[in-house]
């Protein structure tokens, strides 16, 4: 009897730890192909850790003028009926609005001067099928179709649903008969309007999660939506991730005898300010001369390699301490290729049980410090001097998938720079908000693995390809 096989579409590199380093696909008794765009390095560190049978290179595609246009009118023509859903005007700040070159200015007005007139969601619906039908004019559908012939696989998996290649890859298998299945990757990216592809099967992270998916994709039946919860969150329940605290501590330059505040930072465009709020943290904590019971521990988003923390860090080289996510890039740094190593799991799991508190602006690292019932600050107030001047944390803290606070008692609140030393240091315990909030996000997370696992192998029993 013939092994099942589940065709694995990575279009990036973000998805492999939560579903390639995680037990999704651990003695999964079924051929794993992998349908990618990594360089041999990346598949290698791939192999370590999950058993995967035949990889298969993503062909070339290059996106039409005609399917830019739609897909763009689209996703701007849902970012405006979200709105009118949840009355919530940050879900436009999801669009670029703001275009350098005279050609993308012409090509971007068109758009947002259509879209007010497209947001009925009668004529959204008909431009996703003028969309499929110009997505399948594409040479890049019929290689894709020709791949997926020769492999049959029972199922096709999708790591995330905003990729542009998986739009068509799931098309084509679709008109295969070959079902399909897409996780939503985070908890803030249903209400951004940016899911290019169309399957039989939606994972999802809570029954919050569902309801949202729902309400801004109403075709969606319910009995495609499956609450699994996210790997990702499974790691921090294995103690082997734990880094022996001597190791870690001599690693990162850390001192055993005091308390250690963790800064996570965001991405440049989320949170442009993070430098100044470090230099607030470390300038307070040394005012206040407890600099002898307090470090600070940077760990900055995986892809920012800007450099701009470097003044701080020299700054209070004896205060702040780093400690570098352990990601791969390749020579071009571009964001679709970037992972992380399994090592990488192991910081941060360690990081959030070795630390005190964690402050941040708005960061999902929240409930990973929650996982070890740490607190989590969130930064609320503006730098007099902005690196971006229209930048504001008003308008991070109204984004809809803060909605899903149960109250303002989840997080601490950094109103001012004056609050630093009260807010940040003492004893302090995640609130019961906080594991309120987490339960609601995240739901039984405990079991994702299985659970993801379990729907893949339900839903590719019945397969015919032509």
Known sequence: MKKDKVLLLFPDGVGIRNYLYSNVFKDFNADLILFHNFDSETIKAIEENTLINEDIVIPYYKESVKEKFLRELICLSRLYYNDSKVNNQTLLTNWNWKQKSFSKKIFYKLIQILAPYCKNYSRILKLEEKYQKAICRNAFYKEVKEILQETKPSIVFCSHQRALKAATVFSAAT???????????????????????????????????????????????????????????????????????????????????????????????????????????AEEITKANLQNEYQILLRRCPVDLSGRFDKVLDRYKDLIKEASPLWYFTPSKEWNLVYPSIDDVKLLVSTAFYSDIVVNVGSTMGFDFAMFNKPCVFINYDQENK????????????????????????????????????????????????????????????????????????????????
């Open 387 to 466: 690196t971006v001047n229209d930048w504001s944390v008003k308008t991070i803290y109204n984004y809809q998938h803060f909605k899903s606070m149960p109250d303002s008692d989840a997080v601490i609140w950094l109103n001012s720079k004056e609050e630093i030393v009260d807010k940040l240091t003492f004893s302090k315990k995640c609130t019961e908000s906080m594991l309120r909030w987490k339960d609601i996000v995240l739901e039984d997370y405990n079991n994702s693995s299985d659970k993801i696992q379990k729907i893949i192998k339900t839903s590719s029993k019945c397969t015919s390809v032509s």
């Open 175 to 281: 008109d295969l008969n070959i079902p399909t299945a897409t996780v939503i990757y985070s908890w803030d990216n249903l209400p951004k309007a940016r899911m290019a592809l169309r399957a039989d099967h939606y994972m999802v992270w809570s029954n919050y999660m569902k309801k949202e998916l729902t309400l801004y994709y109403p075709e969606i039946k319910p009995e495609q939506i499956h609450v699994t919860g996210t790997p990702q969150f499974e790691f921090y329940n294995d103690s082997e991730n734990i880094i022996d605290k001597k190791g870690f501590y001599e690693k990162y330059n850390l001192d055993p005898n005091k308390k250690i505040i963790c800064f996570s930072g965001d991405d440049t465009k989320t949170s442009p300010d993070d430098p100044s709020y470090l230099n607030d943290i």
